[in-house]
């Protein structure tokens, strides 16, 4: 069993649909905190769930990395439908996953800059939730295409049209 674990870590695919929740549930329950810790005004409860909003922001990185190493595998075994999910998906993720990255800065700013200039910790945190927001639903517009490559059961739309150059 041991064995076929450690094979299974060694396929992006696989790694990439066992870390992709991270950046999405992570940042939920992150984002989470925050509005609790900002409504409680508990700055070390801010900056713990900026700390945590951070992590899951910038643990997309390996989440694309994964899913760019998978790409053609994925393709191989997917079907025509699935292989137009596929192309979605990925010109999703190309499109928005600037987000991720941009809150990820935005929730270091959170936690560092206030330390200089202390009027600024409110403006940081308001920005880094409704970013967060935003990022989540991107996030969540990525994965509806990415779900439905592989499962045929979430189909119950055809797929976008789109033209993805082949990685």
């Not at 700055?43 to 700390?51: I, S």
């Not at 910038?58 to 192309?87: C, T």
């Not at 700013?109 to 939730?129: D, Q, R, V």
Request: proline share 7%; hydrophobic share 50%.
């Amino acid at each position: 069993m041991t064995d076929a674990f450690l094979r299974d870590l060694q396929q992006p695919e696989y790694l990439h649909v066992l870390l992709n929740p991270i950046p999405l549930y992570g940042l939920a329950f992150a984002l989470f905190g925050l509005i609790a810790a900002t409504y409680l005004r508990s700055r070390g409860g801010q900056l713990a769930a900026l700390v945590l909003v951070f992590a899951s922001a910038i643990f997309i990185w390996p989440v694309v990395r994964h899913g760019d190493l998978a790409y053609n595998p994925v393709l191989s075994m997917a079907d025509e439908n699935g292989q137009a999910w596929l192309k979605a998906h990925v010109h999703r993720a190309d499109q928005l996953i600037w987000l991720y990255y941009t809150l990820a800065a935005l929730a270091a700013a959170a936690i560092f800059i206030p330390k200089k200039w202390p009027a600024t910790a409110f403006p940081l945190l308001c920005a880094t939730i409704v970013f967060a927001f935003v990022s989540l639903g991107a996030g969540a517009y990525i994965a509806h295409a990415g779900g439905k490559i592989r499962h045929r059961e979430f189909r119950n739309t055809p797929p976008p049209k789109t033209e993805v150059e082949p990685r």
